[in-house]
């Protein structure tokens, strides 16, 4: 009988451990994006919600669309430590204005990641994104290779003062000083989107007309506004080389077409990783992360969780690539 009861208590206690662990709260983490506009940040949101951790239930996330405003993103922050969130996955609009909070987020004992695009301080737990300095060299050499070392080119860059913009400038002035004879005729920003691109570049192509010999966008969107005013102009681009960044799936299409190149910034890695490094600093990971970022770049060092900054290679995109890369997006 004592047995049979034992047996009873254990069942019982067993049940109530369950129970407890179904009904406790999900660690609570947001994700404050600097905009959902362009098709990049929305592959960085989505790959989040496929996260295993999310998946399971056992990480609630979410997504807060900054439109690419400094002020919207310092109120979703008021909101996020107000109502007590776990954690802060951060891509800021700008690098400046993020700082106050970030320290607001950490002095209320909130730890904030940064992913994709960089905050100027050393209050973030850690950065999980590219070098985007060596972007800017890659799309740089990319159009000077094609045009050569007198060609005429043209810079499109992201939002002024937001990080991505600068150290893809400062890539590109790397470049451009090594071939002091390639000269830039315009540059001004087009604020990531493809359709402020178009009407830069029909501006361009008026003002220059016959001049242009390349196209260096330090995204893909206004790689694609700058490719469809050439097209609407009647020009042709096999005398006008463009290239971008991001890889997202218009340029892929784009470079099976052999309209431009680009490199692939890996949005899900960039995520995901994030998540993980979140997890690993609120003492929630086990000693293997749960995302596959760390064994797709075995290179990238996981180091537990406690590394400063992790940087997420580039892919070059090419015709020996680019189907895969299409097929992946469409899964």
């Known amino acids: 009988m004592n047995k049979l009861l034992a047996g009873f208590a254990f069942s019982a206690l067993a049940a109530a451990t369950s129970t407890a662990a179904l009904a406790a709260d999900p660690i609570r983490i947001g994700a404050a994006t600097y ?67 970030v320290i607001q987020a950490t002095t209320a004992g909130i730890p904030v990641i940064g992913s994709n695009t960089r905050c100027n301080t050393d209050q973030l737990a850690a950065f999980v994104g590219s070098d985007d300095v060596l972007a800017g060299q890659m799309v740089a050499e990319e159009v000077i290779d094609k045009v050569g070392d007198t060609g005429k080119v043209v810079v499109i860059e992201g939002p002024i003062g937001q990080s991505a913009q600068i150290d893809r400038g400062k890539g590109i002035d790397n470049v451009l000083a090594e071939h002091p004879n390639v000269e830039v005729l315009e540059r001004r920003t087009a604020n990531w989107s493809r359709a402020e691109s178009l009407s830069l570049m029909e501006n361009w192509l008026t003002a220059h007309r016959g001049e242009i010999d390349g196209v260096i966008a330090q995204n893909d969107e206004m790689a694609i506004g700058a490719i469809q005013a050439i097209q609407a102009s009647g020009l042709s681009l096999d005398d006008i080389s463009v290239a971008g960044v991001d890889g997202i799936t218009d340029a892929l299409k784009a470079v099976q077409q052999g309209q431009m190149a680009t490199i692939l910034q890996d949005a899900t890695a960039q995520a995901q990783g994030a998540l993980d490094v979140a997890l690993a600093k609120l003492g929630k990971a086990d000693e293997l992360p749960q995302s596959d970022t760390w064994t797709r770049y075995p290179d990238l060092a996981w180091n537990d969780g406690e590394s400063d900054t992790y940087n997420i290679p580039w892919t070059v995109v090419s015709n020996d690539n680019v189907e895969s890369l299409l097929a992946q997006r469409q899964q």
């Open 35 to 101: 905009g959902l506009q362009g098709e990049f940040m929305q592959l960085w949101s989505n790959a989040l919600q496929d996260h295993p951790a999310v998946k399971s239930g056992d990480v609630e996330i979410t997504v807060f669309d900054g439109r690419y405003d400094a002020l919207v993103q310092s109120g979703q922050f008021d909101s996020m430590i107000t109502r007590q969130y776990d954690a802060i996955l951060f891509v800021p609009i700008d690098a400046n204005a993020c700082v106050g909070p």
